[in-house]
């Protein structure tokens, strides 16, 4: 709307004449808004008539689409806030030579508009004597190493130098360096075409001091940063000791180191650790990287992930018998109906040959008397059947040749079941269960629970409000009345190579335990579940850091050129490789015969109650007999 104002107004007076410094400036500026060749949005503080105003409109607006500027507003001086647009488009156009202009900068500084994305260009520089390029009305402001400044600066009559000027530190030394020129006939020319980014060409900090906070658990620690003495405590401490030096030395800046003991959660309102560090401005750089939370990342600025490593349940498989009845298991259900099914389509078959066999023969005397012969009577037909289901054979049999066509049937039939069913309870007795997916089916199981003691576990576990997560900390880490199952590393892996057990580990660390202590064939069977709601720990520098672009660059370089990784893999294990699957022989135990001992035992139980009870029916027919017998005689 101002804008638009501005043109009507500005088109009844469009005869004044600008005076010929203002046409140039406005000319470069123009200029080297195109040079940027990035969609911009002028913000112009101008100290001018309207209808230089307008001309500037039209010089900085005019070009190829892409290039030129798509709008230019001018604002007034005590104009506060005000919305420009998107942060990466505003240029900011501000005229020197205006009166109370350093008012001006001191609030735009308080605002924290001097610093990337922003762009800022300053006019109407007075002709300086001296080298001085720095104008005296921002020499007290602190343009950091992520500003960019670019101050024109008047040599000749229509000819200009461009400088960007920046302070390696708050109250330090004055960088400037030459952008670019600008000529009435050669128009804008850059200093340097290839100029890469402004972080870039500002890497070196000329020993400006960084600190960087490293967090260290165990107070030992501190002797063994880079002598792999211990490195299973403080791992991540360890392996991004010698890369965030490295990135120091990349911007050459010297360091001061901060030690903390936690990576730092909120307490109270407050943050602790490494977070609080960074959050008081006190460091710039978290030199552990810290899980990636959601409450974190309003507080910090998360730059890049080094070293991805997770912390896990890992746990050896459970044999399939600890779940399951390995009896049942070897067929499915429908194998299951359809046998016994079978089962007694024969035993009727049978049944109905053996009565018509009797039948025809039943004048045959020496049939009869020959105990050999199965009777026509389904408790024998029956005692056959289990005979043949058992593999036990049988000695009655048919001896007409249809009975025998069908007994072969049977006993063929059988054999078959019996087989498959015996060969797949051996390959059962082999295989683990595949049961344990999820942290549900661990909570159900009957593993035991241990986790390894850090501080971040302890801190995730006990505040963990998800319904399943929370109960496996109540029910199986910390279950009321009893220590909570917070134990060191070794003895975790130990535990758990003994089967039952999940542990709860930085797997990276864990696995060369792993690897120390369990066997070929032990490692195959191993499962990881996690537990912990968060991605890979990232690297973390403080908020709105002046440096922050310089270390993004320099840790991916660092990651490139190989160094990360070699830090990563000297403390760091890949999960172990199963190679021994084959020689890995899995003894039967108790459980797994748990089911057939159950069945020997009531079958026993069954069959001495049935003796009882035969003795006492021998017992009680004795007696009768002896009662008729003795009252025969009197009577
Ligand atoms: C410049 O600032 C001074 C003091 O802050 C004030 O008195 C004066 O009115 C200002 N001048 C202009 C033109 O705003
Ligand atoms: C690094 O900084 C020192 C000042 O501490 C400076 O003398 C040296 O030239 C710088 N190194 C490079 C490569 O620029
Ligand atoms: C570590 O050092 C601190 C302070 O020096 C001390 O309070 C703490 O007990 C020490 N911890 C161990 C495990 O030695
Ligand atoms: C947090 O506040 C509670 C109550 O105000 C207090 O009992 C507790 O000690 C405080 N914790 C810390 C770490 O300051």
Redesign the pocket.
């Known amino acids: 709307m101002k804008v638009l104002s501005c043109f009507f107004f500005c088109l009844n007076n469009f005869y004044v004449k600008c005076s010929p410094n203002t046409e140039s400036e406005m000319n470069v500026v123009g200029d080297v808004i195109r040079a940027m060749e990035k969609p911009s949005t002028v913000v112009a503080t101008l100290c001018w008539l309207t209808d230089e105003k307008l001309q500037f409109y039209y010089a900085v607006t005019t070009g190829k689409m892409f290039q030129r500027a798509s709008t230019a507003q001018f604002v007034d001086m005590n104009h506060v806030k005000e919305d420009h647009g998107q942060d990466q488009d505003i240029v900011f156009v501000a005229d020197l030579s205006c009166p109370n202009i350093s008012t001006y900068f001191d609030k735009k500084s308080a605002e924290n508009y001097f610093r990337s994305p922003f762009r800022w260009i300053l006019i109407g520089n007075p002709i300086q004597d001296g080298e001085d390029i720095v104008p005296n009305a921002i020499a007290h402001v602190d343009l950091l190493p992520d500003s960019l400044v670019i101050v024109v600066c008047q040599v000749r009559e229509h000819s200009y130098d461009l400088y960007t000027i920046y302070k390696i530190s708050s109250g330090g030394k004055w960088c400037p360096k030459l952008y670019g020129k600008w000529d009435k006939e050669t128009r804008f020319v850059i200093a340097d075409p290839y100029m890469e980014s402004i972080a870039l060409q500002r890497q070196d900090l000329l020993g400006f001091e960084i600190s960087i906070c490293y967090v260290l658990t ?3 620690s501190i002797n063994h940063l880079t002598d792999e003495v211990n490195d299973h405590i403080d791992t991540i401490t360890k392996v991004n000791f010698p890369t965030t030096n490295h990135l120091l030395d990349i911007v050459n800046a010297s360091r001061k180191y901060i030690f903390a ?1 936690t990576w730092g959660y909120r307490v109270n309102g407050t943050w602790n650790g490494m977070t609080g560090y960074l959050i008081r401005e006190e460091v710039e750089i978290g030199g552990s990287p810290m899980f990636f939370t959601s409450e974190r990342i309003s507080v910090v600025d998360y730059i890049a992930s080094p070293t991805p490593t997770r912390s896990k349940f890992v746990f050896q498989q459970p044999k399939l018998s600890y779940e399951n009845n390995l009896f049942l298991l070897s067929f499915r259900t429908s194998v299951w109906y359809s046998s016994t099914a079978l089962i007694f389509l024969l035993l009727l078959a049978l049944f109905v040959v053996t009565i018509w066999e009797w039948k025809k023969h039943v004048k045959d005397e020496q049939r009869t008397g020959d105990a050999g012969t199965l009777r026509a009577n389904i408790v024998d037909v029956t005692i056959l059947i289990c005979g043949a289901i058992c593999q036990q054979g049988s000695p009655v049999e048919l001896k007409g040749s249809l009975g025998r066509v069908v007994m072969l049937i049977l006993f063929l039939a059988l054999m078959f079941l019996y087989t498959s069913y015996s060969a797949n309870i051996v390959a059962l007795l082999q295989s683990s269960s595949t049961r344990i997916r999820n942290l549900d089916d661990l909570l159900h199981s009957r593993l035991k629970f241990g986790v390894h003691d850090t501080v971040f576990n302890r801190y995730y576990f006990s505040t963990a409000t998800e319904p399943v997560r929370k109960a496996i900390y109540e029910r199986k880490v910390a279950p009321p009345g009893v220590t909570p199952r917070f134990i060191s590393m070794e003895e975790g892996v130990k535990t758990m190579r003994k089967g039952l057990f999940a542990f709860h580990m930085e797997t990276g660390v864990g696995y060369k335990f792993v690897g120390k202590y369990f066997n070929e064939g032990e490692k195959c069977g191993l499962q990881e579940i996690q537990y912990l709601q968060v991605i890979d720990p990232w690297l973390a520098v403080r908020k709105h850091t002046p440096y922050k672009e310089m270390f993004k660059i320099g840790l991916k370089r660092i990651q490139e050129h190989g160094l990360q990784s070699r830090e990563n893999h000297l403390l760091y294990e890949k999960r172990p490789k199963c190679s021994g699957r084959e020689s890995n022989f899995v003894s039967v135990s108790m459980v797994d015969c748990y089911p057939a001992l159950l069945i020997l035992s009531y079958g026993a139980l069954v069959s001495l109650s049935f003796l009882a009870f035969e003795l006492l029916v021998h017992q009680r027919q004795t007696i009768i007999h002896r009662i008729t017998h003795c009252s025969g005689n009197t009577f």
Request: aromatic residues 0%; without cysteine.
């Open positions: 165990d107070n030992d003991d």
